[in-house]
Structure formats: structure tokens, C-alpha cells
């Protein structure tokens, strides 16, 4: 076994984690850019697996086993695949950023939100590389707990509300899946997330245990619809969001949400595909729920925050509604490349999603921490005064709203010319929220923030454009959203070896 | 041909100054400007002389050039996409950067360059304007639908940033819309269009399974999408080729503004003037008869299919509509505004009605003549201090003649003046086709109405433009502004000079080969070598002929015979009355869709968020949340505290007094005696320690007090400083230790 790469950039961050907390409290300077250095380590890595992942060969590759509890068979077992590896790519990403953008930012008990930042950064990269379900669960969870220290500690004036609402809910989710992942491991005898995705269905096929494995799928999938959010399982996203700090928003928008989408795609639709495929039409309703009416719910909102939080929901409704017609093609002879198409857009989505509405929220910490506001109404005129502020926003706001040339565009395009050729009347219905989205970003935030008269008397002299430290963290996501809107192949070749190869096996 | 090879630098020009605009120009004004107009330039230069490689590279028609590689993966093959040219493609070519470079050296002098009214965004609209460049050329060249569709999307990114340019501008009258409010009208409702369009693209995608447009128009994929059937709800079972051409035409009503969504047009003139020049009449608008244009295939492949009705009755219907309401405007820029929607309603029915060549034809001398026409309005404006209405104006004739003359020759040609303006030869080409059609299907058929529709507009057209020119230019300033305008700077008039020159000839490409000979319609020749020529119908063409010189005539009559004198209200009001009011609100459409769709979506949007977090979503939560809370208190009050804790004091009570007995028996006699010989021993020992201690243990000891602390921190989280807690580890700790003890 040759350079265990995969578990250095895992444990990379709890590394940074310990050597934090022997730092001394006072020594806050030392501690941010610690963590900033120490976390260009992973990145660099990152960028090198994305680099060293063999596309010819596909599959899972740089993978590691070792026993850990020989007893209950369960190993620790990673590896990633086409789907993965931009997935740890982005996490390494926004967490750089995050550190970065956090050090200019985060005043109170400096220590402790490195610390957990840090955890938290493991956590992400775990659930991303585990291909065991112990291993898996334990990532998952380790997400969880520093994320709610860092609402409730870091958070706004409801933290307290938000960082329990954010807790239960998600706590909710991953009890459900650990049964789930129990009624798994009893059938096939290991926790073996591969083993499981080739044996599961032969040794409980789903048309003769239609009961418990529905039961199994269900636990799976409300476990990881609850983190996507999906309707309606949402309300926990907007109020966490609204609360958090900028940072912890970026994560939680940027990467938390793409594990529940993650997990459907890598759990919930290979080992369950059958069942999957047989309740597609629920998955697929869900999915245009959440879109168009996440959409609308936007509308609704004068809080920025609060309006970006909702619109994740319909965001990821693009994902959930191209995994549902990979799921919907399963019964469907001569749909694979379809199916292709909508699985390449859904996964494409995560990772657009990440960099597009992690902008977003670094775009609303920026004003936020000059007005102390969120208020829509408040500004105006902001485009003649803050005119880098302006562009950079508005470049992120028409990459939101599917705008070609910029990134969201391609998934949503992919996940919607795949959905048409499967389940056209779903993609119809879901097309509204395209325009509703371009409602929402233009009118409520464009133009009450941006266009017409600058409020002299309440903000003269008070706002000034992006400051350096501002334009740095913005700048590699908006490249981003370029070179993807341009030339989408570079990443799309990834997804789809994988993609295809995991809906040839099925 | 070598030429063809450069083709996808044509777009690249503008887009590059637009990178440089953005990335580092913007401070300097005339860098800005001059590397807009440089790139314009160059694109100009390039499209020219590939226009005329085209011309002159025989059979052309048949062998389209395309420059193609692979853009992404799907699936098991890859989309591919590249830049094309055929004569379509070759014809606008001739047009847009030709139109593009006279408006972008005209915005030098409208923005106010080297004058203290320089707007304060001055590079910004140079780098707007260039990305729009951008966005059409690279629509014209591109080989596949989705291409397109991006460059198209572009282009109204653009359309919205520039009709928002001053965006904050307020108007005393609340009811007014400002700029921001007609960028956002404009862009969500093409955007409306845009989705229709886009599940026509999906849908001939996963039909076809390719959006190259030399794939789709093959004889085998337009067969096949012919005869498949496919069953809608409510509709019934149509062709496949007729629901994807009436989707993809979805797109066209929203970016040509037919009717429905023609609503956003004219307010787009909230934006400078050479934006509504470009975009908003000679460019971006006609995209979406480009569109159809260039699809034209598909939109022919099921012959008197629904879809020939829907285009050919939406652009009839906007034709004429448009330009009713265009008669009771007093705005200039408004009449040209409506005047463009009715003009592309021509271009649409003609298309429907299979009129292709004639359709491009309008297409091309309409953008020349509406461009110039815009260019002069908005060098009146300019002149006249900012005045729009045409109720303040009159008499420039003397004071602007450059403006006058030009626009007069802008205005005939829109009238469709005979023989001597490129208007009436495409505008009578539309007509004639009409008519050939009613001849052939008789009365109960679209050419019919499309024909008898397009003849009235006719009328109107003419007439609305001799108001116009008699209310602008002629009788005598009823304004201060116009008593004090005057011409404006070359920038200005020698784009209007050329764009003139443009709006006369340019029809002589097209004169039907009745007239001019055999072979001679080179027009006909280049662009539509497959279709047959549209035959000459003498009694259409004097018919036209006579209503456009009737119309001019009539609106001279009412207007410039006896002129208008200041504050004298328009004839028209007392002469149609309730009508006039009808015509001049603009048949109350902005208010219909203020009442349903936006009020609509907002109601929905508010109910949707009240249902999620007032009504039903939330509150559940919530209610699971305190269930759980009751609950736990419940259990707590119940059953921790009784039961739970009267076990735990007992095994408190219990191990207290374990622990003295242990005390008393064990500890006391045994562990202490231990303990005291150990302390004996270690105080000998100590002194022969000190010395190491001094030296070497200090180190260690004050790293492991550091240690300690660290330690105590974290244990800090533990110790809660509830009393039950401490007794349950004492309890715990003491069950253990006896635990220990028994099983040893």
C-alpha cells in the first residue's frame, strides 16, 4: 500500500485540532493562522488527488482498509470514486476560505471555534471518504456536534433555539439511519458499504421483502433528507442559517447538506435501488415540492440570510430531483443516458450549490458585519457605492439563478434534460422554480439592496466596498463559477465515469 | 475557405474589451471607450469580410462551414458544440457588428463624453454594451440549439443590467416606472419565454439526443420527429416537431416581445437611448425571429400543423395591436418601442406563414431603418435637453437637420415608403407572400388573416410615423427645451449618416426578379436558394404603396398641417374618445398582470411562508420539540424524582455508610500505616532528590502544571455544580470500587 493519502488528509485537521488546543488561549493570532496554513495542507492535497485520480481505471481508488473492531467485522475502510473526490476537493475549499475569512471576522473565544472548525473539517472529510457504514455514521455525527457549538456559541441573537432545532433534527436523522444501518449489517454481515451495495439486494430482494427493506429505505432516506433539507424536513435550515456565524453558514450551506445528497447517492440509491426506484415518484415529488415552493417561500423573506437559507432548499431540490429520475430510469429500458445526465446534474448541483451559495453567504457576513443589519430593506443604492461588492454579488446572484455562462446553469440544465426524458411532467412543473428563482434573486435582493438611492443619512460613511482580506476569500469561488459556466468538462468528466458506472451496476 | 477558419473570433473581440473594461480600464474613459469601439470594430472588419467570402464563394448555400469540438460529457457521448455559417448566419453577420459599431461610436457623444454631463458610469456601459456584442455575435454563430440558448441568456443579462443603467432614477409620479423596475419586468418576463423555450430544447434533446442544428434539420430526424406522436393532457395528440416548435417559439414571444409578453418593451426604454437603439430594436429583439428563422425547418417539418396557426396568428395579432397603441403615445421613444413589437410581428407572421425569405429580409433592413430611427430620437432627446415628449417638441427641422433628414429617411422606410426605402421592399415581399397564400387556400386560412392583419397595420404604421415626424419636427417649439435645441456632435450624426444611407438601398437586394430580371434577386438568390420566389403581386404592392403614402399623408393632415400649439391637446383624444383612452393605456395589459401574475405570486409566496412557519410546518416542530420537552419533565417529576433518586439516596445512604465502615476498618489500621512508612521513606529520600529537582525537574514540573491546567479545563465542563450529579460519580465510583473489591 503506497502513501495513505486519503487518511492524511482525513486526520489532517484533528491534527491542527490538538495542536490548537495546546496553544494558549491568548495566543489568538497564532491560532488563525495556524489553522489557515495548516489547512492548505489538505487543499494542496485535494487538488493532488484530483490530479492522481486515475479516470481510466474509474472506480474507487486510493482506497485503505485496516481491521479496527474485528469482532463486529467493522473495518476502517476509505476510498473515493469520480463522485467523491470534487466533493473532498470542495470541503478542503470552503474550509480554507472559512479559516480565512474567520480569522478577520471571529473576536470571542477564538480557541475553541479553530478547534471546532477543525472537528467539523474531519467530520465532512470522513462522511465523503468512508466506505464503512461504522465509520461512516461516526463522521456523520462528528459533523454534528461542533456544528451546534458553532451556532450556539458563535451565533445570533436565537442561537440558543436554532442550535437545538438544528440538533433534534438532524438527531432525529441519524437514529433513524443507524437502524438502518443495523438492518443492513444483520443481512449482510459486515458494514462494508461495497459489500452491502453488491449483496444487499440479492440476499433481500426487494419484491420479496417489500416491508422491512421499504422500512430500511425510508429510515435511510429521511435521514438523509432531513440534512439535504428536503420539504419537509426544512424548517431547521433557515432558522440555523440565520443564526450561525458567516463561516459556520458557508459550511452548513457549502458542504453539510451535500452529505444527506451524498448519501443518497452512495448509500440510499445503490444499495436500495430497487426500492428507491419503486418510490422514486415520492422522492420526485419531494423534490419539485421543495424546488418551486422553496422558490416561492424566498419571495417571501426581507431577511438576506434568511432568503439565501430558503433558497437551498429549492436548490437542492435540483439534486433531489435528478437523483429521482436516475432512480425513475432503473425501470425504464433505453433511459441510461438520461439517467447519466440527471445523476451527472444532481451531483454537479452539490458541488455548484457549495460554491455558489457558500459565496452567498460570505457575500451577506460582508455587508452584515459593516451595517449589522439584514434587513432587505434597509439598503439600496448599494451598486453606485460598493461597486466590487455589487459584481461580485451580482455575479454569484446570476450563477444562483441558473444564468449560462456560470456554473449553476450546466446542473440545472443537466438535471432537467434528464428529468424531461423520464419524468417529463415532474421537470414541467419544476422548470417554475427557474423562474421564480430569477424573482427572487433580481427583485428582492438586486434590486432592494443594490439599485436605487443610496441612504446617505443612515449609511454615509459607513459602508465601504470589499476589503482585501474580503476579495480574497471571494475570489476562487467566482473563478469557479466561470470556469465551470465555460468549460464544464473538467468536471463533469469526473462525475459522469462514476455516475455511469454506478447506474451500469444496478 | 481560410476566412471561414476565423470565425469564432468574431465574438471574441468585444468579449475581450469587455475583460479588459472590467478587469483594469474602467477608471480611464477613453481607454474604455476606445477598446469598445476597437473591438467592435475589429468583429466589424472580420464579419465583413467573411460576409463577402460568403457571398462570393460559389454553392455557399449548400455547404455550410462549421468549427466544432467536444464541450462535456453525457453519458456515453459528448455534447459538441462550435460556431457555423450559412447565408443566415452570413446576412446577420452583415448586419450586427455593422449596427453594433455606428451605435457604440454614437454612445460617445449620448453618454456626454468629453462634457461636464459624462455619465458617472461611463465605462460601465461601454463594458456592457461590448458583452452584449458578445452575446450576438455569438448567437448568430453558434451550430447548436444550447449554444444559442447561452449566448441568447447573455444577451438578457445584458438587456436587464442596461435598461437598469440609471438605476436611481425616481419619478415624481409613483405609478411611473423607473429603470430597476424595467430591467426586472424585462428580464422575468423573457424569462418566462426562456423556460418555455428551454423544455423545448429538452425535449428535442432527449428526442433527438442532439441539439446540433445540422443533426436536427437532417431529412431523418425531422421525419422522425414528424411522425411521432406524442398525447398532452388537455391538448390532445399532436406531432412531436409541432409541440417542440410551439415550445421553442415560447422563447421568440418573450425575446421578440409578441403578444403575451410584449409587455416589458417599451418600458425597456426606460434605458439610454443607445441601449434601445441595439438591443431593443436592431439586435437582441430580432434574435427571437432569428430563432425561428433559424429553425425554420423544424417549425415546416409537419406542413399545416398547429403550430404554422400559432405563429402565424401571435405575429399578425402583435403586428396590428401594437401598433394601435402606438398611435396614441407621446413619448418618442414609446412609438418607436411599439412600433419595433409591431414591426417583429410582421417578421413572426411571415415566418409562420412559411414567407422565410422575406421574413430574414424584413428582418435585416427593419434593424437598420430601427436603429437609425431609435439613434435619432435619441439625438433629438439629446438635442432637446432630455425632453421626451413629443408634445413639448416641434419645429427642429431648422434647429437639428442632420437629425431631421435622417430620421425622415428612418421613418419611410418604416412606413414602407415606395420604390426608394429598403422598408417597402421587404414589408411588400411579406405582404405579396400573404396574399399568394390566400390565393392558394382561399379565406378560411392563415395566410388570409395574416395578409389582411399586416395591411391594416400597414396603414397605421404610416400614419403613426407622419405624427411622428410632424409632432417632432415641424410647426413650432411648444417648450422651452425645444425653442433651445440643437444639433448634436458628429459621433452622433455621421452613425445616423450611414445608418440612412442603409435604410434606403438596402431593399434593392430584394426587388422582386419580376422587375429586375431573372437571377437579379440577389437577396432571394443567397439566403433562400431552396424556396421559391415569392411572385410579384402587382395589386399588393400598389395597395401598399398607396396606404403608405396615404398614412404619411393622413398624419400629416392631423398633426403637421396646422401644428399643434403649445399645451393644444392631441385631436385624436376628442376624435376616438374612450377608445383613444383604451389605446393610450396600452389596452390595460400592465395592469391585468399587475392584478394576476405578480400579485399572484406574491400572495402565493406569503401563504407558502406563513404555511411553513406559522401555520403548519413550524408549529409542528415545535410542538414535537415541547412534546419531547413535557415529556422529559414529566418523566422527571414522575418518575426521576420518586423512584429513580429514592434508589439513588438510598445507594447514597447506603454507600456513606459503606464508606465509614470502610474507613473505620480499612483505611485507618492498614492503608495508613502503609502510607506513613512510604511518607518516611520518601522524606529521607527527598534530600538526596532536591539537587536533581533544582536542576532537571523544574522543567518538567512546570510543564505538567501547564498540562494539569489544561486538563482541569477540560474537566471544568464536567463539574456542573449540580449536587446529584457529584453524588451519582460518588455513588458510581463507590459501586465500583465494591464491585472491584468482590470480584477480585
Redesign the interface.
Known sequence: MGFPLLTVILFFPLLGAIVV??IPKEKEQLIRWFSIVLSFIPLALSIYLWIAYTRSAGGMQFEEIYNWIPVLKIRYHVGVDGISVPLVFLTSLLSTLSHFYSAYTIKKQVKEYYLFFLLLQMGMYGVFMSLDFVLFYVFWEIGLVPMYFLIGIWGGARREYAA??FF??TLIGSVAMLLAILYVYFNVGSFDILEATEKFHLIRPFAANIVPVSLAFWAFFVGFAIKVPSF?F???LPDAHTEAPTAGSVILAGILLKLGAYGMVRIALPIFSEAFSYYAWVVGILAVISIV?GA??????WDLKRLIAYSSVSHMGYVMLGIAAAAFALRMPGK??????AL?GAVLQMFNHGIITGGLFFLVGIIYEQAHTRELKAFG?L??KLPTYY?IFAVTG?ASLG???LAG??AE??V??GA??II?IY??IG??G???T??YI??KII?YM?????NEERWGGKLVDMATFEKVTMWPLVLFMFAIGV???FI??LL?DAT?ALLAKL | MFMFNLLWLIPLFPFTAFVLI?LGANPNKKLSHSLAIGGIGLSWILGWLTFFTAVFTPHFGEHPVRLTF????????WFETGVMIDPLTAIMLFMVPFVCLMIFIYSVGYMGYGTEHVD??YSRFFAYISLFATGMLGLILADNL?LL??????MG?CS?LLI?FW??K?YPDPRQITP??AG?KA??TT??GD?IM??GM??L??RV?NLTFEHIFSHETLHMLAEAQVTLPLVGTLPVATVIAILIFGGAVGKSAQFPLHVWLPDAMEGPTPVSALIHAATMVSAGVYLVARMFPLFAAVEHGPQVGVVAFIGAFTALFASTIAVAQNDIKKVLAYSTISQLGYMIAALGIGAYVAGAFHLITHSFFKALLFLGSGSVIIGCHHEQDMMHMGGLRQKMPITFWTFVAGAFALSGFPLITAGFWSKDEILAHAWEGFMHEGVVSWPFYVWLLLTIAAFLTAFYTGRQISLTFLGQPRSHHAEHAHETPHSMTVPLMLLAFFALTLGFAGIPEEIIGHGRNWFHHFVGHEFAATPLSVPVMLLSAVLAVSGLFFGWLVYGRKPLAKGQPDPLVKALGPVHTVLKNKYYFDELYQATVVRG??G???L??KF??RWV??PL?NAV?RG?AALASGLYRFFDLPVIDGAVNLAGKVGVALSVALFHFVDMPIIDSAVNLVGRTGAALSAAWDWIDLHIVDGLVNFSGWFTE?VGRAFRLIQTGRVQNYALVVVAALILLVAVYLLR
Not at chain 1, 450 to 454: D, K, N, R, V, W
Request: hydrophobic content about 55%.
Open positions: 488546543w495546546l437545538i432545532k433534534l433534527y419537509p426544512h424548517t431547521w415552493y416561492f417561500v424566498c419571495m417571501a423573506q441510461e443516458t438520461s439517467a447519466a445526465i451527472n443604492g451598486a453606485s459584481g446570476f444564468l449560462p455562462g446553469f450546466w440544465f443537466m432537467f434534460r424531461f426524458d417529463p421537470a414541467v422548470a417554475v427557474i423562474v421564480v430569477a424573482g433580481l427583485w434590486q443594490f439599485l436605487g438611492t443610496f468549460y464544464p468538462a463533469v468528466n459522469n455511469t | 472590467v467536444d464541450w462535456f460529457p453525457t453519458g456515453n457521448t458617472p458610469r444550447l440558448f447561452i449566448f441568447w441568456e447573455i443579462l436587464y437598469g438605476f436611481e425616481k430597476k423596475q426586472l428580464f422575468i424569462r418566462i423556460v428551454l423544455l429538452l425535449f434533446y432527449s439526443g405570486a406574491i402565493l409566496a406569503e407558502f411562508f411553513d412557519n410546518i413550524d416542530v420539540g419531547g489544561r
